[in-house]
């Protein structure tokens, strides 16, 4: 396990003591928690990019000529 030193201001110090106390936690494991939360974000990007792709796969092709005419879409409207 890795140590590192992190400079933040006094305010900012006092809060996140004041969190730790709340969760009964240390401001170390606070940190530690929100940096490995940092790796889960990545996967949770990679996770929605390929969603996207497999959506985008399925969509297929979009034309032109595939959009309704006006009177098409006051058409359907009607029938509501």
Known sequence: ???????????TYRQARIRA???D???SALVREFLEGLGGEE???ERRRLL???VLAEI????ASDRLSRDEVHERDALR
């Not at 297929?60 to 034309?63: I, K, N, S, V």
């Open 25 to 27: 936690t240390s401001v």
């Open 60 to 63: 297929g092709r979009f034309r």
């Open 1 to 11: 396990m890795k140590n590192i030193t992190v400079s933040v201001p006094d305010e």
């Open 21 to 23: 106390a709340q969760l």
């Open 43 to 45: 996967s949770e990007f």
């Open 52 to 54: 996207q792709a497999e």
